[in-house]
């Protein structure tokens, strides 16, 4: 029986603890009002727009969005769309072009104050001449070893104003630069698993939930949290996987799918689903895995005949679980149970289940974000083959299926095209020095810190020596730097080596706070745009009309980068002598051309632009790694030998301590549960995303942290024994610290955590006291406290969530959250301006 839609958000309201938001809005109700709107039909025009958390309707009057409302086709709008009004109207819009007093009247010689938000106000020709005038100089007095022009991230959504495109395509025409490989959100996952399953499977299409209702019998959840994540999309959420979780609780309910959660928390997606938890010692998942698989092996559980025709390198693994490799331990339950906490019977138990029972294992992005976070990954994907049920319908690995409603079946559909980021044919860049001097022109996205304060230090990095380039000068558009990376203050030890930072952004974020040259760019709802409609699912087109006009004195990434080419003259290239309309229709009638050929008939644009949006048929089910288990041949893996790589012998070949020819169990350089430096700091600090907002956007809206936020601040998660043991009470303030920083948080206490784990979700604004290394932070941004450190020598990537912090009650008088609002403006004698 398929539950309504009633029962489920009432199941999630009541299921979700701490982890409560207001329930998910019904469709066609209201999501916002604006002051002065009636919140029903009235004067005004309605237009249509799309965000990373859902479609919507504007309504329009005099100039000014009023009220929104879910686009009816999404049948569980999130909360977060409450906040999109404020995204408009925030008091941290960043209005017009500023420069840092400081490196105004110093240039590069300022970079010890960068962070003291003293802004004053320049027209947009002197500051984008500014910006000109530093790429030539960095270009002339260095090379292109000293520009760093960075963004990965998420961006708003729109594929004609890709603000990433839009820089890249502008930055490519004038020079080469120092760029970033990988990305914070899965830097460790898509660097292993292509030498285990053949590709960075992060980011792949998983078996369709319909198959998976229909044939799994065991579904594990390993640090995955879909309840929670599947809020937003990397483009306009469709939230349509929500429909298969109503099917998924009824299962539960009626004992036909055995579902697990094995994280240290109870989570959102367990607590709706009501299912079990399998609870585990964080950062000790590899040794949980470990004991499974000693199970497995030790009493024939495990698939010799699928081993054999589509794996390589289990006898070198094995000797490692028997303990005939160097350290001569076996990996037993009982080996394993002192290190995860998991009774040894237990782990024995799991491992039978698994074997008897069709079973799909699902694993979420946190776990790899960790020191040595490559090794579960790689580990997961070995109890898969052992279990012999990759490419079986509802068995297998999947690591995706908390991402972009992963797992709703492919329309089969092509999306538009978006703006070009590469230079036209045959053109080169108006300076062609490619000379790097010797350092790479390419850096691990999270080592660029490590760039400025270890310059022409080499590493290793999947195979490969990097020598890291000590750019001078940054350049950031749509990219939330101060949000991502982790160590606030060693950050800020870094950028005092820096000469000019510029940031391009419609929000005041610390990125732009420290940075010397900020550009405002409109929002996603202050120009013409088009976007995907699914990520995955490919269920149609939208357009992103413009609801208002740019605020203040606002541009489009289209414009700010035309102007800043006209600079070399190169603006007609950079547009294709085409305006902003003509490259969205261009773009839609590519797409439609494309898909008339596969037989997807689409309107004319006019008529699609009048609509606002073209829907797409469902797609058919969809087995992973199907093919592969079909014919290992033909469909071989993208691994070395086109099989799973149990054990990998290029891996091996590298040599790397941290990262051996097979998963093994390594000790953290910090681990709560008796761990190392548990004694001084014994709280492990969870940095998860949020189910507030979508990374740090939105964070802004005051309407969505009326929602969440204790006494003004991000709230940190604990334990009621955590908290009694240290006199903290629910809404209490809490300096939250270790040694690499501090912060304020307000108390919120939850029998989800166990002892010994809190959380602050990721994306929280960062607000110091001060410039200062070591400043309060007054918000509650956990990467103040987070550790900074590669995952291994072969992915280099973030281990934000290996981390250790000590609670105390915060004593004396609070200072003010510093993390909202504009800068300083002053003048150029430094006196601030009336109003500041």
């Not at 409450?82 to 819009?93: C, E, H, I, K, N």
């Not at 072009?97 to 002197?126: A, C, T």
């Not at 898509?190 to 019998?217: A, F, H, M, N």
Request: hydrophobic share 35%.
């Amino acid at each position: 029986m398929k539950i309504s839609r009633r029962r489920f958000m009432g199941g999630i309201a009541a299921s979700l603890g701490s982890f409560a938001i207001p329930p998910l809005l019904r469709n066609g109700n209201v999501v916002r009002a604006a002051q002065g709107g009636s919140g029903d039909a009235g004067p005004g025009r309605w237009r249509f727009s799309g965000a990373h958390w859902g479609a919507f309707r504007a309504r329009v009057v005099a100039g000014r969005v009023v009220e929104i409302k879910p686009f009816e086709f999404d049948k569980h709008p999130t909360p977060i769309l409450d906040g999109t009004l404020d995204v408009l109207y925030s008091a941290s819009r960043v209005r017009y072009p500023m420069v840092r007093l400081d490196w105004y009247r110093k240039r590069g010689q300022s970079g010890g104050l960068r962070g003291d938000n003293r802004f004053i106000r320049v027209g947009w020709d002197e500051a984008l001449d500014l910006v000109y005038s530093e790429v030539e100089r960095v270009q002339k007095d260095y090379g292109p070893w000293a520009l760093h022009v960075g963004n990965v991230g998420w961006r708003s959504v729109g594929l004609m104003h890709s603000c990433g495109n839009h820089m890249l395509r502008a930055m490519g025409m004038h020079s080469y630069s120092v760029g970033t490989a990988g990305d914070y959100s899965t830097g460790a996952g898509q660097t292993i698993l292509p030498y285990v399953l053949g590709s960075t499977e992060v980011y792949s299409q998983g078996t369709s939930w319909d198959i998976i209702l229909k044939e799994t019998q065991v579904l594990v959840f390993w640090a995955s949290d879909p309840i929670k994540n599947l809020q937003v999309g990397w483009n306009t959420e469709t939230h349509e996987a929500y429909a298969y979780f109503e099917q998924l609780k009824q299962k539960v309910a009626n004992n036909e799918i055995q579902v697990i959660c094995v994280d240290p928390v109870k989570s959102k997606t367990r607590n709706y689903l009501e299912c079990e938890q399998q609870y585990v010692n964080p950062l000790t998942d590899v040794a949980f895995m470990l004991g499974i698989a000693h199970t497995l092996w030790k009493e024939g559980l495990h698939d010799k005949k699928f081993l054999e025709t589509y794996a390589v390198g289990f006898d070198e693994f094995t000797a490692y679980l028997d303990g005939k490799t160097e350290d001569k331990i076996e990996r037993t339950p009982e080996w394993a149970e002192s290190i995860c906490g998991v009774p040894a019977a237990r782990i024995r138990e799991l491992a039978r289940l698994m074997a008897a029972h069709r079973t799909q294992l699902m694993f979420g992005w946190a776990i790899q974000r960790q020191q040595h976070g490559e090794q579960p990954y790689w580990m997961g994907a070995i109890l898969a083959a052992m279990l012999g049920q990759i490419g079986l319908p509802g068995g297998g690995i999947s690591f995706s299926h908390h991402y972009s409603s992963v797992g709703v079946s492919s329309s089969g559909a092509s999306m538009p095209g978006a703006f070009p980021l590469n230079l036209d044919t045959g053109r080169t860049p108006r300076h062609e020095n490619s000379d790097y001097q010797g350092y790479s022109a390419v850096v691990p996205v999270s080592r660029v810190i490590d760039a400025l304060l270890e310059p022409g230090k080499e590493i290793n990095f999947n195979g490969h020596k990097v020598k890291l380039p000590p750019y001078k000068v940054a350049l950031f558009s749509g990219c939330n730097q101060w949000h991502r990376q982790q160590d606030r203050n060693r950050m800020k030890a870094a950028y005092q080596k820096l000469e000019t930072v510029v940031a391009i952004d419609y929000n005041w974020t610390a990125t732009c706070r420290f940075a010397d040259i900020v550009l405002p760019a409109c929002t996603p709802y202050e120009r013409n745009d088009i976007d995907a409609y699914g990520s995955y699912s490919n269920r149609g087109v939208i357009a992103m009309h413009k609801l208002v006009d740019p605020l203040y004195h606002s541009r489009s990434d289209f414009d700010i980068w035309t102007d800043f080419c006209k600079r070399m003259q190169r603006n007609v290239e950079y547009t294709r002598n085409m305006s902003e309309m003509q490259w969205v229709e261009s773009l839609y009638e590519d797409c439609r051309k494309e898909n008339a050929g596969k037989g997807y008939a689409m309107p004319p644009f006019a008529e699609f632009w009048e609509t606002g949006y073209v829907l797409f048929p469902e797609g058919q089910p969809w087995v992973r790694h199907a093919d592969f288990r079909e014919d290992p041949e033909v469909n071989a893996l993208g691994t070395p030998s086109g099989f799973i790589e149990i054990y990998s012998r290029k891996i091996a070949g590298f040599g790397y301590r941290d990262c051996k020819g097979h998963p093994v169990w390594m000790e953290k350089a910090e681990r709560s549960h008796n761990g190392p430096h548990s004694d001084k700091y014994p709280l492990w600090l969870q940095s998860a995303h949020p189910d507030t907002r979508l990374h740090s956007q939105t964070c802004e809206s005051p309407t969505r942290r009326a929602t969440y936020t204790i006494q003004g601040r991000e709230p940190v998660y604990l334990s009621p024994e955590d908290a009694k043991r240290r006199g903290i009470r629910h809404g209490d303030l809490v300096r939250v610290f270790n040694g690499r920083g501090q912060l304020l948080a307000g108390a919120s206490i939850s029998a989800n955590f166990p002892p010994g784990v809190v959380r602050i979700q990721e994306g929280a604004w960062y607000g110091p006291t001060g410039p200062e290394i070591g400043a309060l932070d007054t918000y509650g941004d956990p990467n103040t406290l987070t550790l900074d450190i590669g995952t291994s020598e072969l992915a280099q990537a973030p281990s934000a969530n290996t981390c250790l912090v000590e609670i105390e009650l915060f004593q004396g008088a609070a200072p003010a959250v510093t993390a909202f609002g504009g800068p300083i403006e002053v003048d150029i004698g430094g006196k601030v301006l009336a109003g500041h």
